[in-house]
């Protein structure tokens, strides 16, 4: 087998899901499932069987968060040493910028789709074939929004050959990089929102997450019950009122 080139699949993905299309490929979370048009998006929601309170996520590199994402000093901070300094993955959520250019690219029923409560969810930081698209998306002023390919409800795929007949028949190109990076997790990304630091999931490096908030921060995530107690890691759902407990 010849060297992967991450470049040209890369390019040769983001084509297709800026022309409307849709793409199965890596990060280092899972595989993921994602499209640059309303259309494409409506056709994965159907076909995942989602429910209506789920979001889609950005995908973007951390050049596009900052931008982006409305936070204070201590929560963009935040997240710099957790994906910069530490080189972990990360899902993001905060406020956005509703007059960034990236937004003024979206549909409004995608943008309903993809937001909850004046936030949104981003993956950032999550392997090289993530670091070259949205290095595409950001360029060409193009947004790539989606989620896990997987059904709801039947977890974060880490090989191709796991993912359901029902995605990848709808897929126009399917990035095949074998086993995922974090697959021992068994989960996504770990999601929180830097305004309020509420978990909305506790995903791949939790653990690390929470003992970096610890040590820099002293901020103290609540403790993960286990994958098997907790298969998805979700503690609130993005889409729904956060309800403190």
Known sequence: MSRLDIKADARRTFEICKSGGIAIFPVDVGYTMISGSREGLKKIFNAKQRGGHKRNALICDMETQRELQVLDKRGQEMIEVITQDYNLPLGPIATYRTDHPLMKKIDPNALAASTA?????????????????????????????????????????????????????????????????????????????????????????????????RRHYKIELPPDQSVDLNPSGHTNEFGLPIVNN
């Not at 949205?134 to 409800?153: D, I, M, Q, W, Y």
């Not at 029902?166 to 770990?190: C, F, N, P, Q, W």
């Open 117 to 213: 409560g004046g936030t949104l969810a981003m993956l950032v930081n999550a392997g090289p074939f993530h670091a070259e698209i949205t290095k595409l998306s950001r360029e060409e002023v193009h947004p790539l929004f989606g989620s896990s390919a997987n059904l709801t409800g039947t977890g974060t795929k880490f090989r191709v050959e796991d993912i359901q007949d029902e995605l990848t028949s709808i897929a126009d190109v399917i990035i095949d990089y074998g086993l995922r990076k974090y697959h021992m997790y068994r989960r996504s990304a770990t999601l929180i929102n830097f305004e309020t630091m509420q978990v909305v999931r506790m995903g791949v490096c939790y653990e690390q997450i929470s003992d970096i908030l």
